[in-house]
């Protein structure tokens, strides 16, 4: 393998799992209005509710153990000790099978007190807390299948087969989508349902996405099973004890779970205290209510878009920074680390200069004429954020993987406290917009202090990365004049969005050809993605692999 492939090789398994997920969030923003034109906007509380339980019940039934599947199946796999990477898979699912059949059924008993609860308690409606209570009882299948798939990934992804990471989350998504769509439109337009029963069906479809990646695993998979199993048959050592494998899973596992939960106070405490903050200033409340429910749900949407590059380098960096670590190549370490920052910085800083200076356009396309003054002046300061909850979470799992565990809950608590403090004051005096700034204080100190962190413990040397950070944003700025110039003398009536997607479109063309030619005429993706030369040709070359 040569020099140039050995150090592609993270970077092009996290481009590709990044692609397969950008494909699955891009149609999960489809299903979402006819669902909502099929349900009614009353019933899509209902969903809401739901989801919210669902997220929740998924964080505590992995508890982590798909990382760590990860993590232990690359690290035996480079030892050459097959026999305990299958015993790792087989411990691992059964972990995360039988914890997530206890969280089902706590679940499935608590489900009628729960309903009551989240439909306003004694005061509810029979037929409100009936149909919550049967949307628990669907979502339960989901909980019990959705760990075994997140295992499934985690084993393959330890493997380095990153693109069936990517494609599996494509189909999955797809196959909800697809679901929700079809299964909606037959039961409430065919049938003659309840509108309620679109809800029943968007439901119904993660368990069915799952169990058709599920069965996607098992027949892409079998030339990688044989192999294992062939290499397993050459092996003379036994595996690893089985103790020892299961208190390598925890030890790995829980402080992910720790760190994800950690990672989602802010979110909470944005909920949970603004409105209270808010209503001690001559703020009204009603535009208060307004403005968090763009922040928070509007604008976190589109903010999606960037984060794919968290999920997919999350998920690609894992099996090869192991490795590394696996061989004591702390050099080779070093330039894998400085790559993956540098290659997120290449890619997301000309999405976050688009965003914030076409904010108007791309709220538009998205949500309309309605409270566009508000909903772009809240999502053009909010793509800050953007930008740093993006490479915050990257660094994080960098620092688990690495074996930092402690540095980094230590460093989300000490993010956590800043937030706390700050919000209060920076609400008080900003409003809506405080709660921006006090989320990027508390990812700023993350970033820095994990920054700080892996210098001092590898040795690793980040002023390369600011250097090309700070040319990367002045390339993205100069690629995109042109585009601001264009736009404020071609004056664009924002009344249909059809228009304004074709108009995007074209400054998208225009942006991204400037940016790229500015760039490699001095040799800055050259440089960062350690290639000779890079073309057009070469890079759809690339992508077509």
Not at 94 to 106: N, P, R, T, Y
Not at 116 to 144: C, K, P, T, W
């Amino acid at each position: 393998m040569n020099k140039n492939k050995v150090k592609q090789s993270v970077i092009v398994a996290a481009l590709t799992s990044s692609f397969g997920i950008f494909i699955s969030k891009a149609l999960g923003l489809l299903y979402y209005a006819p669902l909502s034109a099929l349900a009614g906007e009353s019933n899509m509380a209902f969903y809401s509710v739901t989801y919210t339980y669902y997220d929740l019940l998924l964080k505590i039934s992995s508890a982590g153990i798909p990382f760590a599947i990860a993590a232990l199946v690359a690290r035996y796999y480079i030892r050459q000790d097959y026999k305990t990477v299958l015993l790792i898979k087989k411990l691992g699912i059964s972990l995360i099978m039988g914890l997530s059949f206890i969280v089902a059924l706590i679940f499935l008993f608590a489900s009628k007190p729960l309903a009551m609860q989240a439909m306003g308690g004694a005061s509810a409606s029979e037929s409100d807390v009936y149909h919550l209570r049967n949307l628990f009882l669907i979502l339960v299948i989901a909980v019990i299948l959705v760990p075994y798939l997140s295992a499934i990934r985690g084993y393959y992804q330890g493997l380095k087969r990153l693109d069936l990471y990517g494609s599996s989350q494509a189909l999955e998504q797809f196959v909800r989508v697809l679901s929700i769509i079809v299964l909606a439109l037959l039961f409430v337009k065919v049938f003659k349902f309840e509108s309620i029963y679109a809800i029943y069906c968007a439901i119904a479809a993660a368990a069915i996405a799952a169990l058709v990646t599920i069965i996607f695993f098992i027949f892409m998979t079998k030339a990688d099973n044989k192999h294992i199993d062939e290499l397993v048959k050459t092996q003379d050592s036994p595996a690893e004890l089985k103790s020892i494998i299961i208190k390598e899973i925890i030890a790995l596992g829980l402080p992910y779970l720790l760190i994800s939960f950690l990672g989602s106070i802010s979110p909470l405490i944005n909920a949970n205290f603004f409105l209270n903050t808010i209503s001690k200033t001559n703020v009204d409340i009603e535009s208060a209510k307004l403005s968090m429910g763009i922040l928070l749900a509007n604008c976190n949407k589109l903010h999606s878009i960037p984060q794919v590059l968290t999920i997919g380098f999350s998920a690609g960096l894992v099996p090869y920074l192991v490795e590394t670590l696996e061989q004591q190549d702390i050099n080779k370490l070093g330039k894998q680390v400085v790559q993956i920052i540098d290659t997120v910085l290449y890619i997301l800083i000309p999405i976050i200069i688009i965003f914030i200076f076409f904010a108007r356009d791309i709220y538009f396309i998205m949500y309309g004429n309605t409270n566009l003054d508000l909903g772009t002046n809240l999502f053009r300061l909010s793509n800050l954020v953007a930008f740093s909850d993006t490479i915050a979470p990257i660094i994080s799992s960098i620092m688990i993987t690495l074996r930092l565990r402690k540095e980094a809950v230590l460093t989300l608590i000490g993010s956590i406290m800043i937030k706390f403090i700050s919000f209060f004051f920076l609400v008080k005096h900003f409003g809506a917009n405080g709660m921006t700034f006090s989320s990027l204080l508390s990812s700023l100190f993350v970033i820095g202090a994990y920054l700080l962190i892996l210098k001092k413990r590898f040795g690793i040397r980040f002023v390369q990365s600011l250097k090309r950070g700070f040319i990367i944003l002045i390339c993205a700025l100069i690629a995109c004049l042109p585009c601001i110039i264009a736009d404020y003398f071609i004056p664009f009536e924002y009344s249909s969005r059809l228009l304004d997607i074709l108009k995007m479109g074209g400054i998208g063309i225009v942006f991204i050809s400037l940016y790229y030619l500015i760039s490699a005429k001095i040799n800055l993706p050259q440089h960062i993605f350690g290639v000779e030369k890079i073309s057009p040709k070469s890079l759809l070359s690339k992508f077509r692999s």
